[in-house]
Antibody, heavy 120, light 110 residues
Framework: QLRLQESGPGLVKPSETLSLSCTVS??????????WGWVRQPPGKGLEWIAY???????YYNPSLKSRVTISVDTSKNQFSLTLTSVTAADTAVYYC????????????WGQGTMVTVSS | QSALTQPASVSGSPGQSITISCTGT?????????VSWYQHHPGKAPKLMIY???KRPSGVSNRFSGARSGNTASLTISGLQAEDEADYYC??????????FGGGTKLTVL
């Protein structure tokens, strides 16, 4: 059974870069049936799709974040990563990694989430 | 790309049915059948409850059902149980490999 686990610092200073990783277990990140994505939830607000990536490296971004976001995949480690540059307090959120299963057209497995606070 | 519109909260008594609406536009819900619903208990991983507007993943109770008409999708939970109390989010494909979520609905089981 597929499992996803986020990792990364819980505190980032304003104007710096947020970096998170997601480790995939129970399946291969090179599966042709999946994309691998990030979703965030600011405190008291709804979910926001950030980006997703195919194992071959094709990337897709939320237009509102595209200028600051990079998503990448490391098939040798069965991991994918997110970087968000020039962060502000508005980027404070719980960040989830999730698998997008193409046959379902939905995000079928999610990590537990990791809280990232932007503060000096 | 604006967030889909959901009611902030709904409530119902055990055994009753409730429906949560999810309103989008002709650029997302109105065009694509790729609408999904997620149950989220705070502090836990969101769980997929409905995909392709009305299909249930294996293991999800048949008390959960979904529908889509025009620019609006809906999630209905019948036979409410205490364990259904959670936040629910809709999500729609918005074209060009982008996705949009709703603002979330807090379900309270009275």
């Amino acid at each position: 059974q597929l499992r996803l686990q986020e990792s990364g610092p819980g505190l980032v200073k304003p104007s710096e870069t947020l970096s998170l990783s997601c480790t995939v277990s129970g399946g291969s990140i090179s599966s042709s049936s999946y994309y691998w994505g990030w979703v965030r939830q600011p405190p008291g607000k709804g979910l926001e799709w950030i980006a997703y990536i195919y194992y071959s490296g094709n990337t897709y971004y939320n237009p509102s974040l595209k200028s600051r976001v990079t998503i990448s995949v490391d098939t040798s480690k069965n991991q994918f990563s997110l970087t968000l540059t020039s962060v502000t307090a508005a980027d404070t959120a719980v960040y989830y990694c999730a698998s997008y299963w193409t046959p379902s057209g939905a995000f079928d497995v999610w990590g537990q989430g990791t809280m990232v606070t932007v503060s000096s | 790309q604006s967030a889909l519109t959901q009611p902030a909260s709904v409530s119902g008594s055990p055994g009753q049915s409730i429906t949560i609406s999810c309103t989008g536009t002709s650029s997302d819900v109105g065009t694509y059948n790729l609408v999904s619903w997620y149950q989220h208990h705070p502090g836990k991983a969101p769980k997929l409850m409905i995909y392709e507007a009305s299909k249930r993943p294996s293991g999800v109770s048949n008390r959960f059902s979904g529908a889509r008409s025009g620019n609006t999708a809906s999630l209905t939970i019948s036979g409410l149980q205490a364990e259904d109390e959670a936040d629910y989010y809709c999500c729609s494909y918005a074209g060009s490999n982008t996705w949009v979520f709703g603002g979330g609905t807090k379900l309270t089981v009275l």
